[in-house]
């Protein structure tokens, strides 16, 4: 997070995802939507005007202050605050991790998923296969649950009653969005690892049918 001085007001920026909470993003992921489709059919003139509005709103929604507000800067300082902003256009190089913490809690994630968890769990997670193309479009809300479902704090068993889930959900929604993406990396990982597993073990059946 960085501080920038505009119009005597201090204002703050997230300059990275680790600024971002998972809520302040599914909030930015359907204004873009909504701009995206408020553009279509529009010639190049409208398109330029209506982006130059885009902008105003954008940067509103990540700073807090109203359009009329930043309506009134100078364009050297609006320019400053949205070079901040460049990383919402770059892609998220997710990181390996096994753990992740919030607050006072560390949850820790499966290292054998099938070997210690219910094929019923299993599919419930196996959504995150696809987080990216649901991430495009702006399809998240599921996230936080499904996150709940499969970290766990090291004391804990297998099984987690629904209302504990749905309470951690709500949790993770302050996730930030680095630590949202590493987890899904991380998932994508392990479901790779499973379909892996799964092709061995029918390949060895299919060999023992043929003795």
Known sequence: MDTLIVNEQEIDIPTGWEDVTFDKFLKFSKLIKTISEDTEGLDDIEKTLRNLNDNTRILSFWIDKTEEEISMW???DAQKVMDKLTFTQEQYNPISIGSFTIGEDTFILPEEFMAKSSFGRYIEAEQLEIQQGLIEKGDL???PKQIAILAKKKE???KLND?????????FRQLDMATVW????F????????????????AVVETQKQQ
Not at 163 to 171: F, N, Q
Not at 182 to 185: E, L, T
């Open 187 to 202: 998932l994508q990982k392990l479901e790779q690892k499973y379909m892996l597993h799964s092709l061995i073990s029918q």
């Open 163 to 171: 209302d504990l889930i749905d309470k951690r959900a709500e949790k």
């Open 156 to 158: 804990e068993t297998e």
């Open 141 to 143: 809300d599921y996230l």
């Open 74 to 76: 100078d364009l050297e």
């Open 182 to 185: 590493d987890v899904g990396f």
